[in-house]
């Protein structure tokens, strides 16, 4: 099942490429990238740890999709405590044995400088994937959702849900994702692209007042710290207002933040999320979340193992963006793959080749 998912996923990425993304000219990286490695060679996958769906997900594909292709692969979750210090022990390992390219989804962006130096000084070429690797040179591509993007999309998705309630002004409240996950502040900013304007104008009112992405952070992504901050924004905020909206950054807090609003006997507000989970999927369908964002893992590992191949070769792998993510160090050329808002409305259509999601479409 998994090989023909893998396939299929590759099989559209071709598509995508064939649609039209821009080639890149210029050579990024390591000196390894002009050399090619062997067909056999192996890739390690350093992973964070398991916080929501897609990681699962990512970590079976990726070792069917590097096994079909004809590599070692080497996958390695870091562990729920001491994840920095497990991912950066991992990918130290990953350089001994002789990886030629290292795929990191980065437990903690700020943290592997080190790590990808390494790697980068044993001629290994490191591809950040889904979340940025801040602070170092030593990041030779990035592969992800176009995360700007599904912020835009939860923002937007949020006003048009709001506006299924009637006639604004509309109490809201506001989660960010995990301060060391680089791609929380992006999503943030996306989706405040959308929202501020209307704070500004008086539509939107963020009652608590804590509007700022420190105040709004979610600790690890982890459920349990979504659950409590909307428990006491309902106690200290919500006792004799109605709370029409809330922004969530993923479907893992999305489902917390909605356990917290009905075990506060309250009505469900409008819910925003992320990742297409199982549950939220049933959730939104049950009308109770809102609306998701599908960003499909079997298409994103695709486009990494796609990289690779193409890096194998020796050749230099297209990106489709050279401006956006600036790492603190250097521009990291990217290859951004688009987002899809899902609400309701659109979830059999967004789902029909999803067998993960198939009830749906029954
Ligand atoms: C991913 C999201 C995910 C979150 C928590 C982010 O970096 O882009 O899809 O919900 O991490 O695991």
């Known amino acids: 099942m998994r090989k023909i998912l893998a396939t299929t996923a590759i099989a559209a990425v071709a598509l995508m490429a064939l649609s039209g993304c821009s080639t890149r000219t210029e050579t990024a990286g390591g000196d390894g990238a002009a050399a090619g490695f062997a067909e056999d060679s192996v890739i390690g996958v350093a992973l964070p740890s398991k916080t929501s769906e897609n990681w699962v997900l990512a970590g079976g ?15 390695q979750y ?25 795929i990191i989804g980065a437990a903690d962006g700020g943290q592997l400088a080190t790590q990808v130096q390494s790697a980068r000084d044993a001629g290994a070429i490191v591809i950040a994937y889904d979340r940025l690797i801040l602070n170092t040179e030593a990041v ?20 048009d849900g709001l506006a299924t309630k009637g006639d604004g002004p509309y109490n809201i409240e506001l989660f960010s994702g995990s301060s060391d996950d680089a791609n929380s502040a992006v999503f943030f900013g996306g989706a405040m692209s959308v929202l501020q304007p209307k704070i500004d104008d008086g539509t939107l009112v963020v009652a608590s007042g804590q509007t700022d992405i420190k105040q709004t952070a979610t600790a690890g992504w982890k459920a349990e710290n979504a ?27 999305a489902r917390a933040i909605i356990t917290s609003v009905k075990a506060a006997g309250k009505d469900i507000p409008i819910v925003t999320g992320q990742d297409s989970e199982v549950e939220s999927v049933k959730s939104i369908m049950a009308g109770e979340q809102y ?16 990289m690779v191949n193409v890096l194998q070769k ?10 956006s993510y600036d790492n603190g160090k250097i521009v990291v050329p990217a290859y951004l793959l688009p987002p899809v808002i899902v609400t309701k409305d659109n979830a059999a259509d967004a789902y029909a080749n999803d067998p993960t999601l198939a009830p749906l479409t029954e």
């Not at 594909?61 to 996958?75: I, R, T």
């Not at 020796?314 to 401006?323: A, L, M, R, S, Y």
Request: glycine share 8%; hydrophobic share 35%; proline share 2%.
């Open 61 to 75: 594909l990726f070792e069917d999709g590097l096994e079909e292709a004809g590599y070692k692969g080497d996958v």
């Open 78 to 102: 870091a562990g729920a405590s001491t994840t920095v210090k497990d991912q950066q022990d991992q990918i130290s390992a990953m350089v001994t044995n002789g990886a030629k390219v290292i």
């Open 140 to 159: 030779d591509y990035y592969v992800a959702y176009d995360n700007f993007n599904v912020g835009e999309l939860q923002g937007q998705a949020l006003l």
């Open 227 to 253: 659950q409590s901050r909307m428990d006491a924004l309902l106690t200290s905020t919500y006792s004799d207002k109605t709370l029409d909206g809330v922004l969530s950054p993923n479907d893992t807090l």
């Open 291 to 306: 609306s998701t964002i599908n960003k499909d893992t079997r298409v994103l590992v695709a486009q990494a193992i796609d």
């Open 314 to 323: 020796g050749d230099t792998p297209e990106v489709n963006d050279t401006e």
